[in-house]
């Protein structure tokens, strides 16, 4: 029911207005009124009617000026001036304003409620035209996800020119430009189900996540199960580090009420280039691989780490400086479990660094660390049904494992073959998956709540991790999937049936006959009836 505002100052004219007029009875609700401008204008504020019937001369405020401020604050409100006739160049003032519409005085209930009649019929359809909008762009928001995460990875790597890149983010209304940039990488996981698919308190988190992202200085990436990543932004390299700094506080504040939750974030190098990103990238990746070395909730800056690398230039190495507690193979495990191909090499790094200073100086220790690190890759290999043929064997590469770097090598290679032969086994199973999500989609294509969420349910995964899975094993995601499924099944319905548009749309899973027809014509180019007009034609031809 629409609210209309009466402005007046003749209070009989006010009267009758509210008077004789049933608003009930014909779908409005009579929400206010006021004697002028300076009253009624507080009052719109709290009340927020979608008409305003205003008089254009009144003590205190006229009607244009009160038109002025509801135009500036609530510009969705239409305004309906009443006007005595030498008041008409007024009048005209007002349709500039944005006026609706503008009556001469004096004026029947019946007149008036005709215009106000016309202009709900407006209201309507702007906001349908509105609702259908956020409908779609609701839809397309796991598109434009993946977008911003490619958006991410040519920012990362260096792919494309500052014009592309600068071009790609103002599509997705993103602003690049700043004079320092640093990356930060964050993820966020629950301690006692470190890696099941979901848990409630997760979902509050990402959501309150999604609240700090709303500043100009740091746009927000979604890396799937890796998490987030942070593109901070200033004008100079103190401004960027405040902004870290007051980020940092706010989502420990936020994490604090949740005594289960464990987060790491990796801090990398300030740039001032966009073409240098990757190197803040890379540096902020090192940070973030002590995830798999650290029990504790942290946030690591790259510059932290810097001076560990000082223990190279150590030549002496004594054994009993070795702290056994140091070399852990659970961290191998976790890490050829839960990591990821593109970061075994800062893993492999940070946990070297990790054991000991000079412990890798010692050929004997070196040997050692290696070996059992090779028999936890093979025993991983082996637990997948593969071949421990697969794994790159030691046998050949002892006396090849000379000096540190040999050695860091060899255990990235077999590390990153791990990986892969977890990837494969995994899509296998990812596959099962695309195909049981593609068949529910077939089933119940018509539900008009048939979503992410819902599926995600069903194949019992997380919402964020299937649409990886989905998007991964099918070339596109699960919402363009669904919505060009349903187009197609449209275009069968309307070459072959006499079906009325919305019948079709209501038989495909859109009981808004009008959001059916805006999403035909936005996916095809044409309206659902010159499809079906060009498409017969061409038969007939």
Not at 511 to 525: I, V
């Amino acid at each position: 029911m629409l609210k209309v505002f009466l402005v007046e100052d003749e209070f009989v004219v006010r009267e009758g207005i509210k008077r004789n007029v049933d608003w009930k009875s014909h779908g409005y609700e009579f929400c206010g009124e006021a004697g002028d401008g300076e009253l009624a204008f507080p009052m719109i504020q709290k009340l927020k009617p979608d008409i305003v019937i205003t008089d254009i001369r009144m003590p205190f405020m006229d009607g244009l000026t009160l038109s002025r401020l509801i135009k500036k604050e609530l510009p969705w409100i239409e305004i309906i001036i009443l006007t005595g006739y030498e008041e008409f160049e007024y009048a005209k003032e007002g349709i500039k304003i944005g006026i609706a519409q503008y009556l001469s005085k004096p004026i029947n209930g019946e007149d008036l409620l005709k215009e106000v009649d016309a202009i709900a019929v407006r209201i309507t359809e702007k906001r349908k035209d509105w609702e259908i909008r956020e409908q779609y762009k609701k839809e397309m928001e796991e598109n434009l996800q993946k977008c911003r995460k490619d958006l991410f990875q040519y920012l990362v790597t260096g792919t494309k020119s500052m014009e592309e890149l600068l071009g790609i983010a103002d599509k997705l209304d993103l602003d690049l430009s700043a004079i320092w940039y640093n990356i930060v990488l964050l993820k966020i996981q629950s301690q006692k189900h470190a890696h099941n698919e979901y848990s409630n308190s997760i979902v509050e988190i990402e959501q309150k996540l999604k609240e700090l992202d709303h500043s100009p200085s740091m746009i927000m990436f979604d890396r799937n199960l890796e998490g987030q990543a942070l593109l901070f932004k200033a004008d100079s390299r103190e401004q960027l580090e405040q902004l870290q700094r007051d980020y940092f506080d706010r989502l420990k504040d936020l994490l604090a009420g949740y005594k289960q939750i464990r987060y790491f974030g990796g801090i990398g190098t300030p740039v001032n280039r966009l073409r240098e990103l990757p190197l803040s990238f890379e540096r902020a990746s090192h940070a973030f691989a002590h995830r798999y070395l650290m029990e504790e909730s942290l946030i690591l800056s790259s510059d932290a780490i810097e001076g560990q690398e000082g223990y190279e230039e150590k030549e002496d190495f004594d054994l009993s400086n070795v702290n056994p507690k140091q070399i852990d193979r659970g961290k191998i495990r976790e890490f050829l479990k839960f990591g990821d191909g593109e970061e075994a090499i800062y893993f492999v790094e940070e946990f070297f660094k990790d054991l000991s200073n000079g412990a890798m100086k010692s050929k004997l220790f070196r040997q050692y660390i290696i070996i059992d690190i090779y028999f936890n890759v093979v025993d991983f290999v082996v637990g997948m049904q593969f071949s421990k043929d697969e794994i790159e064997s030691i046998d050949t590469h002892l006396e090849t494992l000379q000096n540190e770097e040999n050695a860091r090598n060899y255990v990235v290679r077999i590390i990153k073959k791990a990986l892969e032969l977890r990837e494969k086994a995994a899509s296998n199973r990812y596959g099962d998956i695309a195909e049981q999500v593609m068949a529910y989609i077939e089933k119940n294509y018509a539900d008009e709540e048939l979503s992410l969420n819902m599926v995600a349910a069903y194949v019992n995964f997380s919402p964020n991790h299937l649409s990886m899975i989905f998007s991964q094993e099918t070339g596109q995601t699960f919402s363009k999937y669904l919505t060009d499924y349903r187009m197609n099944k449209a275009k069968e319905l309307l070459r072959c049936t006499r079906k009325r548009s919305s019948a079709i749309g209501l038989e495909v899973g859109y009981k808004d006959p009008h959001y059916f027809s805006y999403l035909f014509k936005k996916t095809q180019g044409m309206t659902p009836t010159q499809y079906r007009s060009g498409k017969l034609g061409e038969e007939e031809e």
